[in-house]
């Protein structure tokens, strides 16, 4: 068991090496610090690796996205998410032999909706942010499998797709969104909101 979680532990650290390598001249993202300051405040447990599966999975997403927001904007990378974030997700998900969801209460893509239990958590993270209490991952177990919960949180860059119409989503996004997503509900956000969760299932070690 301990020589599990120190091949996972080792596992994280090459692909955030690896990534910071790809880009010498900036200082460590973010993500990047998010995960460290996370991972540094538990001991080696369920906990650690479903922030290993989430975070893992949210920079290979991340990664991705950025570069298409960056080199052809939100509406390319709109495109970008209709066709490639579940797929990524998919392949993270065998990697890591776990299965991974994206959910939230405002749905944009139907397929994203949470259910009960994960509406439930939903709100208690909203909660703790409004209370400005610790972000902590809500872990459940049944049976043989563990069941991990950890908050999306809405960023500057979010807010291009997810922000509101005509202030920071643009006309040209607005009509994609339209075209892609017909009974899209992820908009309105502001910085710093509860987009939705990571819902991520294993099993015991």
Known sequence: MRNFYAIIFVVSIVFFSACKNEKKEESPSK??????????????????????????????LGKNL???????????????????????????????????????????????KANETELKNIEAFKNMLSNNEEIKPII????????????????????KCHGTPNKEINQATLLSLKDLYPTDKAVGYSENQVRGIWSIQFQKQ
Do not use: W
Request: glycine residues 4%.
């Open 31 to 60: 993500q990047e610090k998010e995960y460290t300051e996370a991972v540094s405040k538990i001991d080696p447990s369920y906990q650690q690796l479903g922030l290993n599966i989430a975070f893992t999975t949210k920079s290979q």
């Open 140 to 159: 459940e177990t049944v049976n043989d499998s563990i069941y991990f919960y950890y908050p999306i949180l809405t960023n500057e860059m979010c807010l």
């Open 66 to 112: 950025m570069g298409v927001m960056k080199e052809k904007g939100a509406v390319e990378a709109l495109q970008f998410c209709n066709i490639k974030a579940n797929i990524l997700t998919d392949s993270m998900a065998t990697i890591h032999n776990a299965k991974i969801k994206r959910v939230s209460d405002k749905t944009r893509n139907p397929n994203n």
